[in-house]
């Protein structure tokens, strides 16, 4: 009787163990993308530590490197970070990890360093699958854009 007694205690233990593992995967998976959700920042390396050297035509004003990274399902935005404020998040509405929105973060701070143009734009993007829960349905997705500020 004793022992039918264990069994069933363990059992029914073993029970709460697996539905606690089964709600807390998604909790702590969410937990994990809100602590590290998107971001977009902006980087800027200033005349006086380019040691004097030229950055193409022109006076050289700064190097900027502009970067925004954020997660998805399948193709829509979950939690990206905002061109339109760098440093903030955007909820479900800002499709901004692309090239294209980050050259324009990009050339938008060279304006604002009054350059007259940028030069040697370079880029990068990458998409990561995220397979926790399920694979092939939750994405990070990342794009980097470095160029020169000039006069």
Avoid at 8 to 37: R, Y
Avoid at 47 to 61: H, M, T
Avoid at 67 to 77: D, E, I, S
Avoid at 82 to 88: E, F, I, L, R
Wanted: glycine share 6%.
């Amino acid at each position: 009787m004793q022992s039918r007694l264990v069994h069933t205690v363990s059992s029914t233990i073993k029970q709460k163990e697996t539905t606690v593992k089964k709600i807390l995967a998604p909790v702590i998976i969410t937990a994990i993308m809100l602590f590290t959700a998107g971001c977009a920042s902006v980087q800027v390396a200033e005349k006086g530590v380019l040691n004097g050297q030229k950055l193409g035509a022109g006076e050289p004003i700064a190097h900027i490197n502009a970067q925004n990274w954020g997660f998805y399902f399948l193709k829509w935005p979950l939690v990206t970070g905002s061109v339109d404020k760098p440093g903030s998040i955007a909820f479900f509405s800002e499709d901004s990890v692309n090239v294209p929105q980050t050259v324009r973060l990009l050339t938008k701070t060279a304006q604002d360093l009054n350059a007259s143009a940028t030069t040697d734009i370079q880029s990068n993007r990458s998409s990561l699958m995220i397979p926790i829960p399920f694979p092939f349905l939750i994405y990070m997705q990342s794009t980097n854009v470095s160029g020169n500020a000039v006069k």
